[in-house]
């Protein structure tokens, strides 16, 4: 048996828009100019709380908890509707997980992205089946780029750093894969705050998911 862990947006989906929707009618509830969806896939991947953050006008906000939690809960009311039904798994994605699932490769999601969203969108889109454990960012006392979240992983499905692969595309996923000691391809279309993922050096660069098959041809 052997293992792949999966970054989910920008590496597997894209997800940016329905993103961009959600932070903007935030934004425009409390009368603050909307973002651009270029700037939301530059704060994409350390979890909605820190993409607000980024997002949000006043900073004096973020630090007074009751208003930043009402901030909060209103982001996660818009993303609610609209997460899953505007955002496109990428080319050759789906395909993949179901070759791979069929000759038996664990498969599993390690995300930033908090439940109840992370399900949402795989529901969406077909594929929660096709994952043996999901991991958000919310699932544990730690997330990316924690490589502590690599190591559960591997203790949960049972298998090594050895023979399992991490797949992402950000600098964040390769800090997080290379601190466990596992292997890390990465994709070139993905979010990364807007900078090339090839200077952050990842073990390998693939320019569609379908090239994961070939880890287990080696």
Known sequence: MALV???????LIDTASEIALAVNAT????????VTEHQVKAWIGHGTVWLMQQA????????????????????????KHVVGTMSKPYPTVLDTLIKLKKQGIKQAIVTNKEEPYTSKILEQHDMKGLFDLLISGNSLPYKKPDPTVVGYCLEALGETKENSLFVGDSEIDITTAKNAGVTCWVVPYGYNAGRDIAQANPDKMIDSISKVSEFFNQ
């Open 5 to 11: 862990m999966y970054d989910l947006d920008g590496t």
């Open 27 to 34: 934004l425009m509830q409390y009368e603050f100019n909307a």
């Open 56 to 79: 949000w006008p006043d900073k004096r906000d973020i630090h007074v908890q009751a208003t930043w939690n009402k901030v909060m809960e209103n982001f996660m009311q818009h993303y």
